[in-house]
């Protein structure tokens, strides 16, 4: 059974940092492309970023380019998305999802197209 828990969410003023972590189980990183969405209250789900296991390849959505870097441990089969620079706008419900093979990033990030995802976790900026 594919499980995709994250963490790392909390209260931080803008302009701040967090570190949110993707912890998977019943599958191998390697083997999947690990991503980030977002949804804020009253909005719509908002992708984020993607990473492809299997030989690291990214994908950043223009709200966080430059902001946001998504990383991996294969070995851990962790996922990480260091948050630095972060805005109120930045406030959301973070989730992190997964899909098999070697699809297209920026499709499946901006599109979310994920076969699993986990509960989320909550990153609220204030100003």
């Known amino acids: 059974e594919v499980q995709l828990q994250a963490s790392g969410g909390g209260l931080v003023q803008a302009g701040g940092s967090l570190r949110l972590s993707c912890a998977a189980s019943?599958?191998?990183?390697?083997?999947?492309?690990i991503g980030w969405f977002r949804q804020a209250p009253g909005k719509e789900r908002e992708g984020v970023s993607s990473?492809?296991?299997?030989?690291?390849?990214?994908y950043y959505v223009d709200s966080v380019k430059g902001r946001f870097t998504i990383s991996s441990d294969n070995a851990k089969n962790l996922v990480y998305l260091q948050m630095n620079s972060l805005k109120p706008e930045d406030t959301a419900e973070y989730y992190c999802?997964?899909?098999?093979?070697?699809?297209?990033?920026?499709?499946?990030?901006?599109?979310?197209?994920?076969?699993?995802w986990g509960q989320g976790t909550l990153v609220t900026v204030s100003s």
């Open positions: 990473i492809r296991g299997g030989d690291g390849s990214t």
């Open positions: 019943g599958l191998s990183i390697d083997n999947y492309v």
């Open positions: 999802a997964a899909i098999r093979g070697s699809p297209n990033l920026e499709v499946v990030t901006t599109h979310i197209r994920y076969d699993y």
